[in-house]
DNA sequence: TGCAGTGTTGCTTC
DNA sequence: CGAAGCAACACTGC
């Protein structure tokens, strides 16, 4: 689900609500999610702690956290990462009975109107005290929970690898250029490693080619320094226009409060449509390109699948 | 009905 | 070495 833009929305809707906050519980069903510490011991070692700040690195959503009665200044991390169908939301959930196991959000903040929504994914909670609760619903559970002091966090190669934020303002055309022309791998690939730059995944790294008019499967280092500043601003342009329409919503990406992103409409080449999605067999193939009308391609790279106009976007010149 | 396909990542295999 | 395959898991459309 999230890449930058969707993750970026979510740490920006949970900051305004959570920080100052301090976690009076914490539940779970899925233990094989919380990778630090040992799931059993993350409950006390979590609780009473209070939360200062949250932040995204890359994919990654970072809660800082203190002990308030500590006399020295202690920081926490607890790091979620929600890969491919995770998402935090904001709400409260009560649970049905023994039997059916349900999960209910109870409340839709938007509105302040009651709104009822049985959520069965939800497998992880964070309550705090003002009565409202962080949830991680996660369809597939692939999602990542790490919780340890604030160096130790930092210092594991989850964040350490990471290559630099593709929107910082210090990152300039020339670090990009230096970066990407250094990789022997094909460029679609390349944007998506995370230890090269971070933030992209397969639904924008196939919209920057598109509108850079990039052939997915070219070499990285054998890219012109005119096509690498066409991708660096191709990325620059989408990922800060996705991250202002929050987030792009296909399947089941919402935003904190359960709002699906903006960013689905804006979609060149990436499948969003009723006909061309659906969360199995679907593809934009058989769509016609928007800049010159001819048919979008489907292929395979790495084990995912790259959609492109195979008229834009050429591999020979 | 079974299988291919889904926003991610990391480990194994060749 | 690098690239490809597969696994984690649940679900759906064809």
Same mark, same amino acid.
């Given at each position: 689900?999230?890449?930058?833009?969707?993750?970026?929305?979510?740490?920006?809707?949970?900051?305004?609500?959570?920080?100052?906050?301090?976690?009076?519980?914490?539940?779970?069903?899925?233990?094989?999610?919380?990778?630090?510490?040992?799931?059993?011991?993350?409950?006390?070692?979590?609780?009473?702690?209070?939360?200062?700040?949250?932040?995204?690195?890359?994919? #990654? @959503?970072?809660?800082?956290? =203190?002990?308030?009665?500590? +006399? %020295?200044?202690?920081? *926490? !991390?607890?790091?979620?990462?929600?890969?491919?169908?995770?998402?935090?939301?904001?709400?409260?959930?009560?649970?049905?009975?023994?039997?059916?196991?349900?999960?209910?959000?109870?409340?839709?903040?938007?509105?302040?109107?009651?709104?009822?929504?049985?959520?069965?994914?939800?497998?992880?909670?964070?309550?705090?005290?003002?009565?409202?609760?962080?949830?991680?619903?996660?369809?597939?559970?692939?999602?990542?929970?790490?919780?340890?002091?604030?160096?130790?966090?930092?210092?594991?190669?989850?964040?350490?690898?990471?290559?630099?934020?593709?929107?910082?303002?210090?990152?300039?055309?020339?670090?990009?250029?230096?970066?990407?022309?250094?990789?022997?791998?094909?460029?679609?690939?390349?944007?998506?490693?995370?230890?090269?730059?971070?933030?992209?995944? #397969? @639904?924008?790294?196939?919209? =920057?080619?598109?509108?850079? +008019? %990039?052939?997915?499967? *070219? !070499?990285?280092?054998?890219?012109?320094?005119?096509?690498?500043?066409?991708?660096?601003?191709?990325?620059?342009?989408?990922?800060?226009?996705?991250?202002?329409?929050?987030?792009?919503?296909?399947?089941?990406?919402?935003?904190?409060?359960?709002?699906?992103?903006?960013?689905?409409?804006?979609?060149?080449?990436?499948?969003?449509?009723?006909?061309?999605?659906?969360?199995?067999?679907?593809?934009?193939?058989?769509?016609?390109?928007?800049?010159?009308?001819?048919?979008?391609?489907?292929?395979?790279?790495?084990?995912?699948?790259?959609?492109?106009?195979?008229?834009?976007?050429?591999?020979?010149?």
């Amino acid at each position: 689900m999230p890449e930058l833009p969707e993750v970026e929305t979510i740490i920006n809707d949970l900051k305004k609500k959570i920080v100052n906050r301090k976690i009076v519980g914490v539940w779970f069903d899925a233990p094989s999610l919380i990778k630090k510490p040992q799931p059993k011991d993350l409950r006390f070692k979590i609780k009473d702690l209070r939360i200062i700040d949250i932040k995204r690195r890359g994919k #990654n @959503i970072l809660t800082y956290l =203190i002990n308030p009665k500590s +006399k %020295i200044l202690n920081q *926490k !991390i607890l790091l979620i990462h929600q890969k491919m169908t995770g998402h935090l939301l904001y709400g409260k959930w009560s649970f049905g009975k023994a039997q059916d196991k349900q999960k209910i959000i109870v409340k839709s903040l938007t509105k302040g109107a009651l709104e009822e929504k049985v959520n069965n994914y939800i497998h992880f909670i964070l309550y705090l005290d003002n009565g409202w609760q962080v949830g991680l619903s996660d369809l597939r559970k692939f999602a990542k929970i790490l919780f340890g002091g604030k160096e130790e966090i930092e210092n594991l190669p989850d964040l350490k690898n990471l290559g630099p934020e593709p929107l910082n303002e210090s990152f300039k055309v020339e670090k990009f250029i230096n970066l990407i022309s250094k990789k022997r791998g094909k460029i679609k690939q390349v944007l998506m490693d995370q230890n090269v730059i971070v933030g992209i995944g #397969n @639904i924008y790294s196939d919209e =920057i080619l598109w509108q850079a +008019k %990039i052939h997915p499967f *070219k !070499i990285a280092e054998k890219l012109k320094i005119k096509e690498l500043k066409n991708i660096y601003s191709a990325m620059k342009q989408i990922l800060k226009k996705a991250v202002k329409l929050r987030g792009t919503s296909v399947s089941d990406f919402r935003d904190a409060f359960g709002k699906s992103g903006g960013y689905a409409k804006m979609l060149k080449v990436y499948p969003h449509t009723k006909r061309s999605y659906g969360v199995g067999g679907y593809q934009r193939e058989g769509e016609f390109c928007q800049r010159c009308g001819t048919i979008i391609k489907r292929v395979k790279i790495g084990g995912r699948s790259a959609h492109f106009c195979p008229a834009c976007q050429r591999l020979k010149p």
